[in-house]
């Protein structure tokens, strides 16, 4: 009896519970389904970095996004500086020898020097952070609702509604910040940090200074990034067909999905330049501009149809490489992050 006893008892089956699994540990074999091997039951165990079970993933999207927002805007700035000095001096007379980005560049070395393209940059890191969580975090669970993972029709328009829902949220917090870095970027500013900037326009504008170009903005933005949006994913499907983690898919989808994008909403955002600059001009018709259809107006009348497509070549030399580096950069965080620091490899399953 005490050795059938003992045997039982050395033969005992524990049972662990692990959150993700269960297993049996002790003399009785794992079972395996037939012609499945194990390797197979390790794949089937992860986790699909790009289908996780709704809101699952949600702080990781969040926090992935945030990182990839300020790696763009900080990577791009100076290009961008360069395009905001395009379209101000389009609303205003301009020197004639100012109409190329190398004149530009040229100018803004000699007379302020080439540190002023960075002046208002901390104003962008401050705001991408937050700005891109929201952004990342509202598309990944938009489009996870709304059958955005889907094919066909359906998949696009969820997409598309995820870009667009994704792009109300994130400038709701970019916009009093793209404000503040727009003063600092005009030639010859006299802000020179992001406090005292802050300041000098809510003293002398108001409150809704920061936030007279937000519908002009949505007004941009929801096309654009529905646009973007939806080109990325389908480029990326396109070129990467088994969906593993691949940069170079990434990086080349998204540059090619934000210069698109940027190319169709140029006259968009030349408007909304006017508008977050019209308290840093002379002229009091700018001076008055509330909404983008005056702001569209006022660059017909004073540059013509041209006006409408200034700096439509800086404008595509920013955001393409900026959406490049955004979606390579989200999409390494977010591996990254959800394998617990472990670089992630090209290649590997996703």
């Known amino acids: 009896m005490s050795s059938s006893t003992s045997s039982s008892s ?15 540990t002790g003399s009785v074999p794992p079972i395996q389904p037939a012609g499945e091997s194990s390797v197979a039951l390790e794949e089937e165990e992860e986790h699909d970095y790009e289908s996780l079970p709704v809101g699952s993933g949600w702080a990781v999207n969040m926090a992935a996004g945030a990182m990839a927002g300020i790696s763009e805007h900080a990577a791009i700035f100076p290009v961008d500086s360069i395009k905001v000095s395009l379209i101000f001096f389009c609303v205003r007379p301009s020197p004639p020898q100012l109409n190329t980005i190398m004149q530009h560049v040229r100018s803004i070395s000699t007379t302020e020097g080439l540190r002023s393209l960075w002046r208002g940059v901390a104003s962008v890191i401050l705001g991408a952070g937050p700005a891109h969580a929201a952004h990342f975090g509202m598309y990944e669970f938009i489009r996870e609702i709304s059958g955005g993972r889907g094919e066909g029709w359906s998949g696009v328009a969820g997409t598309a509604l995820a870009g667009a829902a994704a792009t109300i949220s994130s400038d709701a917090l970019m916009n009093p910040f793209d404000v503040i870095k727009q003063r600092m970027q005009i030639r010859n500013s006299p802000h020179r940090t992001v406090l005292s900037c802050a300041k000098t326009v809510y ?9 007279v170009s937000y519908p002009t903005t949505l007004t941009m933005s929801v096309p654009f990034t529905a646009v973007q949006f939806t080109a990325y994913e389908s480029l990326k499907t396109l070129l990467n067909p088994d969906g593993s983690y691949s940069p170079i898919t990434h990086c080349t989808a998204g540059g090619i999905a934000g210069g698109l994008a940027a190319a169709v909403t140029t006259p968009l955002d030349v ?3 006017l508008l ?3 308290g840093s001009n002379s002229d009091p018709r700018i001076r008055a501009a509330r909404s983008m259809g005056e702001a569209l107006r006022i660059i017909k009348d004073r540059d013509g149809w041209r006006g409408l497509r200034r700096g439509m070549l800086p404008r595509v030399l920013t955001v393409a490489p900026s959406t490049a580096i955004s979606w390579m950069s989200y999409e390494f965080f977010k591996v990254l992050i959800r394998q617990n620091g472990h670089l992630p490899e090209s290649g590997q399953a996703a």
């Not at 050395?10 to 049996?24: C, D, G, N, R």
């Open 271 to 273: 408007a909304k330049t």
């Open 276 to 278: 977050q600059t019209r």
């Open 203 to 211: 003293a002398r504008e108001g409150l809704a200074a920061f936030y």
């Open 10 to 24: 050395s033969s005992t089956t524990q049972f662990h519970i692990h959150p993700h699994s269960a297993h049996l």
